[in-house]
């Protein structure tokens, strides 16, 4: 027996989460018109389950798990936006450019939960102790320079003393400039989070501006340090460029290889 296509899953998750959510923030309210209401949305869901079994499409692919809801709705710091400057979705998220745009506009085709520039805290002592050994070993090689003082602190910003052919590393957008070495953390902004069904973080970054030799720097590190420290697996991080999602079919093509297969049990 056929399966549901993924276009017929997408249009049942958006029927059915909808008026879930609905009941959702309806729940624990005593006034009988809000009950009556609850009642009613219970009753199109469970005639919705039938129906969907009739129609032979896996429940299991329309339904969040409780973490992926969880965290869904959670509260999460996101990286400050100009709204003035910034684009919006076809669900009202403002991004940055026009390509987190189509990208987002795609995901959301799908009604995949995502997060946009959710702050993902890291520790990265160890990985920051490793790098200073390196640079004090270099500094040691390096007449002049001061291999041993590896950082200043000024500000709230991190201010590297490294060569002049890591200068990138005190670059602006550069996750090195938000280390904090009184605890060990480094903060980074993923472009788009979701959560896996087995509760994993998948994160897409998409990096449009490789052609800058600062930038192109700075997005090896963030993907680096994410599984360096083990914090994303190199499985649950997709990277793509401008060329990789430069027409629609593209993106779409992305997102039912990479992000849908795993969504869901």
């Known amino acids: 027996m056929a399966k549901g296509s993924a276009d017929t899953h997408a249009l049942a ?11 959702l923030e309806l729940t624990g309210s005593v006034k009988p018109k809000d009950m009556q209401r609850r009642q009613a ?11 969907f079994g009739c129609g032979n499409l896996e429940l299991e ?3 969040l798990t409780s973490n992926q809801y969880k965290w869904l709705t959670g509260n999460f710091i996101q990286k400050k936006i100009d709204k003035t400057k ?6 009202g998220i403002y991004v940055r450019s026009k390509s987190e745009r189509d990208i987002i506009n795609g995901i959301e085709s799908y009604a995949v939960p995502i997060h946009y520039e959710e702050q993902l805290v890291i520790y990265a002592k160890p990985l920051v102790d490793k790098l200073r050994e390196t640079l004090m070993h270099r500094g040691l090689m390096q007449k002049g320079y001061p291999g041993a003082q590896l950082y200043t602190y000024n500000d709230g910003i991190i201010h ?11 670059s602006f ?11 060990g953390l480094i903060v980074i902004y993923n472009d788009i989070r979701t959560m896996l069904a ?15 030799f600062f930038y192109r720097c700075n997005a090896t590190e963030r993907s680096s340090v994410m599984k360096l420290t083990n914090t994303v697996c190199a499985e649950n991080l997709l990277e793509t460029n401008e060329r990789d999602i430069d027409t ?6 992305i997102i039912e290889q990479h992000v849908l297969p795993r969504l869901w049990f």
């Open 86 to 91: 910034a684009l919006k979705t076809s669900s």
């Open 198 to 212: 087995d509760g994993a973080l998948f994160v897409w970054e998409h990096e449009g501006m490789m052609d800058d």
């Open 248 to 253: 629609p079919a593209k993106i779409i093509n």
């Open 13 to 23: 998750r958006k029927t059915y989460l909808l008026p879930l959510q609905e009941i």
């Open 173 to 183: 957008g550069s996750i090195w400039r938000s280390y904090n070495p009184a605890k």
């Open 61 to 63: 692919r329309i339904v």
């Open 41 to 51: 949305l219970t009753g199109k869901i469970q005639k919705m389950i039938t129906a």
């Open 160 to 170: 590297w003393l490294v060569p002049s052919e890591l200068a990138w590393m005190n």
